[in-house]
């Protein structure tokens, strides 16, 4: 088992910043590719972003590239996502996953391919 703990969500103006965490514990030791996900109220669970188990590939939603940053330290288990440039549809609720990897990144782009789930941490941002 793979326990997930998001953090660093909050309230933003637009054109701010914001940094994610995902704590991960529990069986760490696989290859686990993980991702980001957003979920805004009365829609679907939307894909943001997904890391190799190295850190070194990387693949991201084109509604976030150029201002979202995935990130991981393996040291400290943990994942990041750095926002920048948020705008007002960036306004969801916030989720990591991880799933023992078989694909590479990109395979991993929708919710539906992963196994644990963190509970998710809320961002808002204001216009």
């Known amino acids: 088992q793979v326990q997930l703990v998001e953090s660093g969500g909050g309230l933003v103006q637009a054109g701010g910043s914001l940094r994610l965490s995902c704590a991960v514990s529990g069986r760490t030791s696989g290859r686990y590719v993980m991702g980001w996900f957003r979920q805004a109220p009365g829609k679907e669970r939307e894909f943001v972003a997904s890391?190799?188990?190295?850190?070194?590939?990387?693949y991201s939603a084109e509604s976030v590239k150029g201002r979202f940053t995935i990130s991981r330290d393996s040291a400290k288990n943990t994942m990041y996502l750095q926002m920048s440039s948020l705008k007002p549809e960036d306004t969801a609720a916030y989720f990591c996953?991880?799933?023992?990897?078989?694909?590479?990144?990109?395979?991993?782009?929708?919710?539906?391919?992963?196994?644990?789930w963190g509970q998710g941490t809320q961002v808002t941002v204001s216009s």
């Open positions: 890391i190799s188990w190295t850190g070194s590939t990387t």
């Open positions: 996953a991880a799933v023992p990897a078989s694909y590479t990144v990109g395979y991993y782009s929708q919710a539906s391919r992963f196994d644990y």
